[in-house]
Structure formats: structure tokens, C-alpha cells
């Protein structure tokens, strides 16, 4: 019998801590980015699009090597309402990382501006032009965006529970390291 895997794989990890500094950059990106007039908008907006892309491919990637590779199992003292609402954040994480780019690319769509990626490389558009569907996309964008930050904030809390109170091993997981009991 095939022992339980302890960690999640090198390349989870390393798409995991990848994207959590994506993610964290292009919240507070966008945020900055909605708040000033300044030249700084451009710039954040030719960080923004381009990243949001990036995002999205690799939380692709991500969801191929979870489901190829799988994940260790959590503790098994863990209450079953907690294993759920684990189970359940995860999912609740993964929609939102690929809900936020392709609402987004959807949204500029919509409005009839380009995604660049970079150079004179754009993506082409994925909805029509609608200015009333870019204005409720815009608004879902945003929305969903502090959705994320929150969702990530409660992830991050369970992690250091995890790590600090807990120290079942389910931190350790992901950082590579070994668990104390």
C-alpha cells in the first residue's frame, strides 16, 4: 500500500507561491489602480492586464497538477464541519482565480478596449461590445475582487492556525518543511 503523501509536490508549491505574490500584487495593483488619475494608471494597467493573463494560465496549470498529483489528506482529528469548510475554501479560491481574469478580459471586451499583453501582442476580444454589459461586468469585477482578498485573508488565517496553533502538518505542506506535532 502506497503510504499518504505528506506535502504537495514541488511544482504545486511552486505554482502555489507563485500566484500568491501574483495575487497579492494585482489586488493591490488594481486597487491603485482605480484610485489615481495619474500617469501611475497607465502603468498599472499595462502590469494589470498582462498579469491578470498570466494568472489565469496558471491557475490552469494549477487545477491540471491538483488533479494529476493530488493533495495530502488532512489531519484526521480535523471535526468533519472544518474538513468541509477546507474543502469547500479551496474551491471558493480556485473559481475566484479564474473567475477575476476572464471577467476581466471580458469586461475590457465589452468595452471595446484591447488586452495587451505586451508589445503589439493583444488578445482578442471574447465578448461584444456593450457598454451596459462592461458597466455590470466592471462592477462584478470589483466585487468579485474584494471577494478574493477576503477569501484569501481567511486562507491565509487557516494556514497560520494550521502552522502556529495546530501544527498539524498542514502548513507544512505547502511550505515544504516538516511538521511539528
Do not use: C, E
Not at 465589452?110 to 458597466?135: E, K, Q, S
Request: glycine share 6%; no cysteine; proline share 7%.
Amino acid at each position: 500500500m502506497k503510504p499518504a503523501q505528506t506535502h504537495f509536490s514541488p511544482l504545486a508549491r511552486l505554482i502555489h507561491w507563485t500566484m500568491a505574490v501574483a495575487i497579492l500584487a494585482m489586488l493591490f495593483v488594481g486597487v491603485g489602480m482605480v484610485a489615481t488619475v495619474s500617469r501611475a494608471h497607465n502603468v498599472l494597467l499595462a502590469i494589470h492586464r498582462p498579469l491578470g493573463i498570466a494568472l489565469l494560465v496558471l491557475v490552469i496549470i494549477r487545477l491540471f497538477v491538483r488533479i494529476r498529483r493530488g493533495a495530502p489528506p488532512l489531519p484526521g482529528d480535523m471535526p468533519a464541519p472544518q474538513q468541509f469548510v477546507a474543502k469547500l475554501s479551496h474551491v471558493v479560491l480556485y473559481a475566484l482565480m479564474a473567475a477575476m481574469p476572464l471577467i476581466g478580459w471580458s469586461m475590457l471586451s465589452a468595452g471595446g478596449f484591447p488586452v495587451t499583453l505586451f508589445g503589439a501582442l493583444h488578445l482578442p476580444p471574447i465578448m461584444p461590445h456593450d457598454v451596459r454589459l462592461y458597466a455590470l461586468l466592471r462592477a462584478l469585477h470589483t466585487y468579485l475582487a474584494f471577494a478574493l482578498f477576503a477569501t484569501v485573508l481567511m486562507h491565509l488565517a487557516a494556514a497560520l492556525f494550521h502552522g502556529l496553533i495546530r501544527r498539524d502538518g498542514v502548513l507544512a505542506s505547502m511550505t515544504g518543511s516538516a511538521a511539528r506535532r
